[in-house]
């Protein structure tokens, strides 16, 4: 019986880091975006964690009520990239927030990832134990829900 031999790229490897000492990574709110960081540092692409909030409801103060802090920006690009790993029954609360933003910002260039999309882009790169973790009904939580 032949068994599957997994390729496992260098951004991977815990020892791996191109642009950023480990002790300058930031504070990531799963692994998913540590991962996803790593992949942007491997192919040289640079990138911004959270580097903005954009301001979604106000009350009739004018005081925010809700807003919206992408995962990563990416300036080579001009776009924001949000991650989630949440079931595809409750990224919904990720969605809202993405159209809302359009609609106050359609200059802004996002793009959400979602579960499956994060599930086979570490997949295919031979991260299977990762890849696991985002699927069925055990994913992993997003620390930042607003």
Same mark, same amino acid.
């Given at each position: @019986? ?9 951004? %991977? ?22 991962? &996803? ?16 909030? &954009?301001? =979604?409801?106000?009350? #009739? ?5 809700? #807003?919206?802090?992408?995962? %990563?920006?990416?300036? +080579? *690009? ?11 029954? =409750?990224? +919904? %609360?990720?969605? $809202?927030?993405?159209? $809302? @933003? ?12 979602? $579960? ?5 882009? @570490? ?11 985002? *699927? ?11």
């Amino acid at each position: @019986m032949a068994t599957k031999a997994t390729c496992r790229h260098p951004f %991977f490897d815990p020892e791996f880091l191109v642009n950023k000492p480990e002790q300058n990574q930031p504070n990531f709110a799963n692994s998913a975006e540590a991962e &996803f960081a790593n992949l942007l540092d491997y192919y040289g692409i640079e990138w911004q964690y959270e580097p903005r909030t &954009f301001d =979604l409801e106000w009350d #009739a103060d004018g005081n925010v009520t809700q #807003a919206f802090s992408p995962d %990563f920006y990416l300036p +080579g *690009q001009d776009l924001y990239i949000e991650l989630t790993t949440l079931r595809p029954k =409750l990224a +919904g %609360f990720k969605n $809202r927030k993405i159209r $809302r @933003m359009q609609e106050l910002y359609p200059d802004i260039n996002v793009k959400l990832f979602k $579960r499956g999309d994060i599930r086979r882009l @570490m997949t295919k790169y031979g991260i299977d134990d990762e890849a696991a973790r985002i *699927q069925g009904t055990e994913a992993q939580p997003d620390a930042d829900e607003t």
